[in-house]
């Protein structure tokens, strides 16, 4: 099964508002880090957060860790309609060799309506 | 400088052709990896290569699927045989070091736009 889950799977709100996603994981992380995906093609590299942080920020993005509970969220402000798409979290997981595979959820397929 | 490049974009076979998909990564990444992503999901790993070896290919399905790094820059991910179920987008990505725990720059695996494997 994927290591992260991505809640919900579909959101749409209106341009303006803010987008909460939320990412759940089994096991121990190195890092935790969020993609975007217009289109089924290339991801888009947002944000990355070590497994020592709490909290990061980047532009309209806020991203928030919790290793206690195995969960990270996604905070969009202020939606724009150019912020449709899917996104994906991603965990790169601790330990086991050369485990540097990143291991994504289901995506959470985003609408900001204008 | 450039981003990671696919090529081709689109690929369209027949059943039981053999395939090859070129994934030229960003310059000076020494890792490079291997993604398949199939419609509604997200992406799954394939094969990751540090330097020239591949460090870890516990994603690759089956034999049927091979990848080489000869020189440690380009990768050309193969596939014999080709069977429906290949048929996905099959995304190539690259960081500047494969070792955890240094920083997040180094470790950000930058992605490609793809190749969209369609076998029929």
């Known amino acids: 099964s994927q290591q992260g889950e991505e809640d919900p799977q579909a959101l749409s709100i209106q341009e303006g508002e803010n987008a909460t996603m939320n990412c759940s994981y089994k096991?121990?992380?190195?890092?935790l880090q969020w993609y975007r995906q217009n289109s089924g093609r290339g991801l888009v590299h947002l944000i990355l957060?070590?497994?020592?942080?709490r909290e990061k920020h980047s532009g309209r993005l806020r991203v928030t860790l919790d290793t206690s509970k195995k969960s990270s969220s996604l905070l969009i402000t202020a939606s724009r309609a150019a912020d449709t798409a899917s996104y994906f979290c991603?965990?790169?997981?601790?330990?086991?060799?050369?485990?540097?595979?990143?291991?994504f959820g289901s995506g959470t397929q985003l609408t900001v309506l204008p | 400088g450039a981003g990671v490049s696919q090529t081709p974009s689109n690929k369209v076979t027949e059943k039981g052709k053999y395939v090859e998909l070129r994934c030229d990564p960003i310059?000076?990444?020494?890792?490079l990896y291997w993604y398949r992503q199939s419609l509604g999901q997200g992406p799954e790993f394939l094969i990751y290569?540090?330097?020239?070896?591949?460090?870890?290919d516990s994603g690759l399905p089956n034999d049927r699927f091979f990848a080489v790094r000869p020189e440690g820059s380009v990768s050309t991910l193969k596939i014999q045989r080709t069977e429906r179920g290949d048929s996905a987008v099959y995304l190539c990505?690259?960081?500047?070091?494969?070792?955890?725990?240094?920083?997040?720059?180094?470790?950000?695996?930058?992605f490609g736009p793809g190749t969209r494997l369609l076998v029929l």
């Open positions: 990505a690259s960081s500047l070091i494969g070792l955890a725990g240094t920083s997040p720059t180094q470790e950000t695996q930058y």
């Open positions: 957060i070590r497994s020592n942080e």
């Open positions: 290569f540090q330097g020239t070896g591949a460090a870890d």
């Open positions: 991603a965990t790169d997981v601790r330990g086991g060799g050369s485990a540097r595979q990143l291991t």
């Open positions: 096991t121990s992380i190195n890092n």
């Open positions: 310059s000076g990444h020494t890792a």
